[in-house]
């Protein structure tokens, strides 16, 4: 199966700041990369679709990259509503996978 | 409104069966590909098996390989997640989710049920 990483495991951040976090794919998965937001007791929302495609009706502040193995979710200015886990899902194998995910916590 | 609706979850103890229910409204299930996931508590999300569209093909994670199906009634537009031979590892709040739109040919999971409960303990 196709190991999904992320880094950092969880981050500590500021109103207003920049964060990215990384994925990284343990083989090459072209573009089939998706990022997911989950706040305590919720299901999962889809933000990012395709690496870098932003689904309908998520805020621009969110952006994502990369190809390959090597991917990132940038979130460009931290607002409060987005303390939550992110998770990537890699669906380029008939057998999908997730990342650990990252939980971006208040500083 | 496209929406699902999870059921079925309890206690169980291990080594028994249970079933569950994942029923859509707002679009018909079999056009699309669904998806078992869960997370165990404290844990990470793991997805567990896919339908595809028109349910020609199913795949399941290793982890439940032979121990649980995914049938599907069109009839009652549901999904179901058929467990067997539980353990206390599938204990986990599961989840039933759908590539519904502009995501979906990239394997985008846009429409989730709001999860059931699973505990395996005797």
Request: positive net charge; contains cysteine; hydrophobic residues 35%.
């Amino acid at each position: 199966d196709i190991q999904m990483t992320q880094s950092p495991s969880s981050l500590s951040a500021s109103v207003g700041d920049r964060v990215t976090i990384t994925c990284r794919a343990s083989q090459r998965i072209s573009i089939y990369l998706n990022w997911y937001q989950q706040k305590p007791g919720r299901a999962p929302k889809l933000l990012i679709y395709a690496a870098s495609s932003l689904q309908s009706g998520v805020p621009s502040r969110f952006s994502g990259s990369g190809s390959g193995t090597d991917f990132a979710l940038t979130i460009s200015s931290l607002q409060p509503e987005d303390f939550a886990t992110y998770f990537c899902q890699q669906s380029y194998s008939t057998v999908w996978t997730f990342g650990q995910g990252t939980k971006v916590e208040i500083k | 409104q496209v929406q699902l609706v999870v059921s079925g979850g309890g206690v169980v103890q291990p080594g028994r069966s249970l079933r569950l229910s994942c029923a859509a409204s707002g679009f018909t299930l079999s056009t699309y590909g669904l998806h078992w996931v869960r997370q165990a508590p404290g844990k990470g999300l793991e997805w567990v098996a896919v339908i595809s569209s028109g349910g020609s093909n199913e795949y399941f994670a290793d982890s439940v390989k032979g121990r649980f199906t995914i049938p599907r009634d069109n009839s009652k537009n549901t999904l179901y997640l058929q467990m067997n031979s539980l353990r206390a590892e599938d204990t986990a709040v599961y989840y039933c989710a759908s590539q519904y739109s502009s995501g979906a040919s990239w394997g985008a999971l846009d429409v989730w049920g709001q999860g059931t409960t699973v505990t395996v303990s005797s």
